[in-house]
Structures are given as structure tokens and as C-alpha cells.
């Protein structure tokens, strides 16, 4: 089973920015073989989808709620994948989880096989 953690979370303003990192083990050929998105959930709500990144040519996806605001991004040697998070706003606020899929890249969660402790995020007014 893979491992995924997340990782720079915190807590900031309306407006402000946040990188989220997602670090898996095995790294070598993580991301050769598994789609990694970018899912949130706020409390009381459901788990959503919000961005995901290709494994075969890197081809990012992005929720409405986000795009333009999200950049999905894989590093050069392809074992660590990053949320940059700007224009933050409260309602972005969550606990922000990474999780791959050995399928397809997909902002649905039943693609997913593996999945990080998530992060949490904070906006506040």
C-alpha cells in the first residue's frame, strides 16, 4: 500500500496563499504509475475533489470552486506533488487530503486507492 502525507497547512487570512506538499513512499516510480489529486472536506460536508494531476503527461484538472486560483504541479524527478493555494477565502477552509489513483486521474474520490492523514487548512475573514 502506498504512503501519502501531507504537509503546509496552516492558518491565514482572506487572500493569502498556502503550498500544500504531497510526499509518497515508495517515491521512485510513484509517479510513473498513480494519478495524485487534491481532495478537501469541510466539517459537516462531504469530501470533494478539487484538483488532480496525470501520471502520464502530467495534465492537471481543476473543481470549478478553485481553477484560477489552484495550481496542481509535479517536481522534475516526479516524487513529490504540490497545491499552490492563493486568493484564499473562508469558505476554501478544510482538511485538505492527497490521495492516488493507479487508474486514471479524477477529482471523483472512488478512483483513489490510497490516501494521506490530510492537512489542515484555515481561512480566516
Known amino acids: 500500500q502506498l504512503r501519502l502525507v501531507e504537509s503546509g497547512g496552516g492558518l491565514v487570512q482572506s487572500g493569502g496563499s498556502l503550498r500544500l506538499t504531497c510526499t509518497a513512499s515508495?517515491?521512485?516510480?510513484?509517479?510513473?504509475?498513480?494519478?495524485i489529486g487534491w481532495f478537501r472536506q469541510a466539517p459537516g460536508k462531504e469530501r470533494e475533489g478539487i484538483s488532480a494531476?496525470?501520471?502520464?503527461?502530467?495534465?492537471?484538472y481543476y473543481s470549478e470552486s478553485v481553477r484560477g486560483r489552484f495550481t496542481i504541479s509535479r517536481n522534475i524527478a516526479k516524487d513529490v506533488v504540490y497545491l499552490q493555494m492563493n486568493s484564499l477565502k473562508p469558505e476554501d477552509s478544510g482538511v485538505y487530503y492527497c490521495?492516488?489513483?493507479?487508474?486514471?486521474?479524477?477529482?471523483?474520490?472512488?478512483?483513489?486507492?490510497?490516501w494521506g492523514q490530510g492537512t489542515q487548512v484555515t481561512v480566516s475573514s
Open positions: 490521495a492516488a489513483s493507479p487508474t486514471w486521474a479524477s477529482l471523483a474520490e472512488n478512483a483513489y486507492d490510497d
Open positions: 515508495p517515491a521512485a516510480s510513484t509517479m510513473d504509475y498513480y494519478a
Open positions: 494531476i496525470r501520471d502520464s503527461d502530467g495534465r492537471s
